[in-house]
């Protein structure tokens, strides 16, 4: 049953448009993650968040920001995409910070043409 | 630099067949391995688990054992079925490491009926 609920499912643009992606759980956790999963599979983190905080950052460029408005929302925007950008981003929540089971959404498509 | 390493990329059982799926790490800190099943269009689903203080985990028909003395770990599924076919990716954290996991590339693994 899905509980991380991720929008849209792909999306298709061009080099330097801003794109933003929104994710949503309903599980009542405290952390939300994004995630990159790239071509050859390879996940990583980029951020995650506990009650609204940002708690990880990982070395990403700064054209990604994310935005928490609640501990049940985490959107990703990105301003002015790259080539490289194009990718899965996974958004997941956990119920604590440490450690916890990691639920993930169906994820996000981006390809930049 | 992959902290964490799966071997094989790929692998193909027959039906009724234990698949064995490689996994290795270089940190010693890591003391949380939890392996995520994904099949695709899907996010990852967590599958079972293993803390460095044990040895090995059970659950149903997947099996986790871990020699943290030479850092490795694999997981093995006995009675493979065609529903097993998924990609399998080996993680690790550390204690209060802020639920930052570290993937592996994956391994995907074709069941054949």
């Known amino acids: 049953e899905t509980a991380v609920f991720q929008t849209p499912n792909y999306h298709v643009t061009q080099v330097g448009n801003e794109v933003s992606f929104n994710c949503k759980q309903t599980?009542?956790?405290?952390?939300m993650y994004w995630y990159k999963q790239d071509s050859k599979k390879l996940l990583k983190i980029m951020f995650s968040y506990n009650n609204k905080q940002l708690i990880v950052n990982e070395t990403v460029p700064r054209r990604f920001s994310p935005q928490s408005s609640d501990k049940a929302h985490l959107n990703l925007r990105i301003k002015s995409v790259e080539p490289e950008d194009s990718a899965v981003y996974l958004c997941?929540?956990?119920?604590?910070?440490?450690?916890?089971?990691?639920?993930f959404g169906a994820g996000t498509r981006l390809s930049v043409l | 630099q992959q902290q964490v390493r799966q071997s094989p990329q790929s692998l193909t059982v027959w039906e009724g067949e234990t698949a064995i799926l490689n996994c290795s790490y270089e940190?010693?800190?890591?003391?949380?391995f939890p392996w995520y099943q994904q099949f695709p269009g899907e996010g990852p689903a967590l599958l079972i688990a293993?803390?460095?203080?044990?040895d090995k985990k059970e659950d149903g028909r997947f099996t986790i054992f871990f020699n943290k003395r030479e850092k490795k770990l694999s997981l093995h599924i006995t009675d493979s079925q065609p529903g097993d076919s998924a990609t399998y990716f080996c993680a690790a954290s550390g204690t209060g490491n802020t639920g930052k996991l570290i993937f592996g590339l994956g391994t995907t693994l074709q069941v054949q009926p």
């Open positions: 997941a929540s956990s119920r604590l910070a440490s450690q916890n089971t990691l639920y």
């Open positions: 599980l009542g956790h405290d952390t």
């Open positions: 293993i803390r460095s203080v044990s």
């Open positions: 940190n010693s800190a890591f003391d949380y």
